[in-house]
């Protein structure tokens, strides 16, 4: 079963958004299996302290190495050890589908100015980020990664076709959806329809136009995207 070990001083944050939707269900299924390790349990003071000012100055704590590494030797990760930070490689779906191949994977969650860096170093944790943005802890950027990675677990979507076609693969964003109503009255009275060609019936016809709209939205909006798209598809 895929582990998900996250280490954090906020283990309230979690399931969070994984205890719900896809990722929810599939770990009540047991189909993967989420393991939380609160840090400051491994503080060493009686006022839990976890961190200290960093050395040469400046604003804010640095979280101690000492502690980080209790905490990570104690749960023993025989994993690869993550670490959420904005300076980290970006995230994406080949990352994703990367980290699913191991049978477990640790993510460590960063809070106030950051880690001590011997303690980064000396486990040679992957940094990783998900997007040029600084947010106030790693624990939001953990949830992503690994919402990202547990749906991509056998069994977890109902319909297995469904990420081939998604965004991403093959280097296409996604054509758009329709549902009915096939007419939708909009709030100022307008009628808006939907393409003709999905309740023809004619499922290649459908597919071709698909792809056409997911290549137009590529050239359109993801330029990088695209240049990928036609390297790989000459
Ligand atoms: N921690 C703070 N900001 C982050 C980001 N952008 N990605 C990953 N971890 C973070």
């Known amino acids: 079963m895929f582990t998900a070990k996250i280490l954090t001083l906020f283990p309230a ?7 719900h939707s896809l990722a929810g269900r599939a770990l009540q299924k ?14 060493k003071n009686k006022h839990k302290t976890v961190d200290a000012p960093p050395f040469g100055g ?36 080949k990352i994703a589908k990367s980290l699913v191949q191991d049978a ?4 460590l ?23 040029d943005y600084v947010l106030s802890g790693g624990e939001v950027a953990a949830m992503v990664l690994i919402d990202a990675c547990v749906r ?16 991403f693969e093959n280097n296409l964003l996604e054509y758009p959806h329709y549902t009915r109503p096939a007419i939708w009255n909009t709030p100022d009275g307008e009628k808006i329809t939907i393409p003709e060609i999905l309740t023809s019936g004619h499922h290649k ?20 995207l695209w240049e990928k798209y036609n390297k790989n598809n000459k």
């Not at 944050?13 to 205890?19: E, I, K, Q, V, Y």
């Not at 016809?205 to 990088?224: G, M, S, V, Y």
């Open 152 to 167: 991509l677990l056998p069994n977890v979507m109902g319909n297995c076709d469904t990420t081939n076609e998604e965004s």
């Open 109 to 131: 969650c960063g809070r106030y100015e950051g880690i001590d860096q011997r303690v980064i170093d000396y486990y040679q944790m992957e940094e990783i980020s998900i997007g």
């Open 104 to 107: 477990s994977i640790t993510v």
């Open 30 to 43: 047991s189909i993967w299996n989420l393991d939380i390790v609160d840090i400051r349990n491994f503080a």
């Open 13 to 19: 944050m979690f399931p969070g958004a994984l205890g």
């Open 205 to 224: 016809k459908i597919k071709n136009w698909r792809l056409e709209q997911a290549k137009n939205l590529t050239k359109a909006r993801r330029p990088d």
């Open 58 to 93: 400046g604003a804010g704590m640095v979280i101690k190495p000492d502690i980080v590494s209790d905490a990570i030797e104690a749960s023993k990760p025989h994993s690869k050890i993550i670490f959420m930070s904005p300076r980290g490689k970006k995230f994406n779906q």
